[in-house]
């Protein structure tokens, strides 16, 4: 069976309920009541997620965790990476070497490619799809529904989330206007 871990799961739950109460700092304690979740272990996922640059933390009284960037800008591909490590489903998509069964292996170069759409495929959802209520009467007016969309894959598999880890100021809020948007959210605090 090809799952993900209980962390990972936890890592999505948490980073969609930060996306859906956004832009604002939330505690700790405040996420693992609001969610049920032991104390530890949201301590223990809010720290991988930091580390994978998915979230700032601010500490003091009005202090907390947030999102480093829009969820549209972070895929579920990154949150997995955050807390499971690179998206691997054999030894061999790792890379050269990590298998001693590689010079005789006739569907490496298989696995690898079942990888590969693996890794697109999480690529494609972004955290604004995870928090969108998609319940029995689908997506609310406007939204774009949750689906899979294929693209070419790149020559390099470009990663989401490195410019994360470049000073995003708060809980995804830019004292300057994004390039993307093209908007300015106000002065600087």
Request: aromatic share 4%; net charge positive.
């Amino acid at each position: 069976m090809l799952r993900l871990g209980k962390l990972t799961d936890y890592g999505t739950v948490l980073m969609t309920h930060l996306a859906r109460h956004g832009r604002r700092w939330h505690s700790a304690s405040e996420l693992a009541a609001e969610l049920g979740l032991s104390l530890p272990t949201v301590s223990k996922v809010l720290k991988a997620l930091v580390q994978g640059g998915l979230l700032v933390s601010h500490r003091g009284a009005k202090g907390g965790y947030g999102l480093a960037r829009p969820p549209e800008e972070i895929s579920v591909a990154s949150i997995v990476a955050a807390i499971e490590g690179p998206i691997a489903l054999t030894e061999c998509s790792q890379g050269q070497g990590s298998c001693e069964q590689e010079p005789s292996c006739a569907v490496r170069g298989n696995w690898r490619r079942i990888n590969e759409a693996v890794q697109r495929a999480l690529e494609e959802v972004s955290l604004a799809d995870l928090a969108r209520p998609e319940g029995l009467a689908g997506p609310p007016p406007g939204a774009r529904p949750l689906r899979y969309h294929p693209r070419p894959a790149p020559g390099g598999a470009e990663r989401r989330g490195a410019a994360a880890r470049d000073g995003a100021p708060g809980p995804w809020r830019s004292s300057t206007s994004t390039p993307s948007s093209g908007a300015s959210t106000g002065t600087a605090s």
